[in-house]
T-cell receptor, first 115, second 115 residues
Framework: ETGVTQTPRHLVMGMTNKKSLKCEQH?????MYWYKQSAKKPLELMFV???????ENNSVPSRFSPECPNSSHLFLHLHTLQPEDSALYLC??????????????FGPGTRLTVL | AQSVTQPDIHITVSEGASLELRCNYS??????LFWYVQSPGQGLQLLLK??????LVQGIKGFEAEFKRSQSSFNLRKPSVHWSDAAEYFC?????????????FGKGTSLLVTP
């Protein structure tokens, strides 16, 4: 397996459910990111982890909880979501997040639908 | 305010015709510039990037982009479009911020290729 993988690819959940999104990168990178992609809106950066430490939390509601146990894995724990949270959630990785020129490599995303 | 603008939401071109997708940015300094492509159901794939030096940048799949400082633009071009180029194209700007590194995306341009 190469690149950045995400599971599941599709997820439907109720507002009272708890679920988790998983991201794994096989590129030897040190930084990982969560983005939210909603229809007709720019990609929104949610969280940044660099060397397993969270370096950015872009004012994301607490119903989204990230976890980065090591540099290769990133999770997004979801609970009591709202219908407006339905979106494509993209994971990305880069060598590190220390520079603006660092190229980010994206996974295929998880299409989340909240009923 | 800092922003990335892709003025065209949708563009339709005939197969074999030339293509130009526009991107303008509004930042104080020269940013790092990227173009990504997203095929349906897929994540974002990097086409090319500009950091410094030659203002004409070559990318994958026959794409190129030209950085014009005077116009704050980084337009993407391809001389002859193939049906497989139909996808969503995103311009992005990388900047160092007070909280670290940020990658800001435009809203995207959807490309339709007709026979």
């Amino acid at each position: 397996e190469t690149g950045v993988t995400q599971t599941p690819r599709h997820l439907v959940m109720g507002m009272t459910n708890k679920k988790s999104l998983k991201c794994e990168q096989h590129l030897g990178h040190n930084a990982m990111y969560w983005y939210k992609q909603s229809a007709k809106k720019p990609l929104e950066l949610m969280f940044v982890y660099n060397f397993k430490e969270q370096t950015e939390n872009n004012s994301v509601p607490s119903r989204f909880s990230p976890e980065c146990p090591n540099s290769s894995h990133l999770f997004l724990h979801l609970h009591t979501l709202q219908p407006e949270d339905s979106a494509l959630y993209l994971c990305a990785s880069s060598q590190d997040s220390g520079g603006a020129g660092d190229t980010q490599y994206f996974g295929p995303g998880t299409r989340l639908t909240v009923l | 305010a800092q922003s990335v603008t892709q003025p065209d939401i949708h563009i339709t071109v005939s197969e074999g015709a030339s293509l130009e997708l526009r991107c303008n940015y509004s930042y104080g300094a020269t940013p790092y510039l990227f173009w990504y492509v997203q095929s349906p159901g897929q994540g974002l794939q990097l086409l090319l990037k500009y950091f410094s030096g030659d203002t004409l940048v070559q990318g994958i799949k026959g794409f190129e982009a030209e950085f014009k400082r005077s116009q704050s633009s980084f337009n993407l071009r391809k001389p002859s479009v193939h049906w497989s180029d139909a996808a969503e194209y995103f311009c992005a700007v990388g900047l160092n911020s007070n909280s670290g590194y940020a990658l800001n995306f435009g809203k995207g341009t959807s490309l339709l290729v007709t026979p």
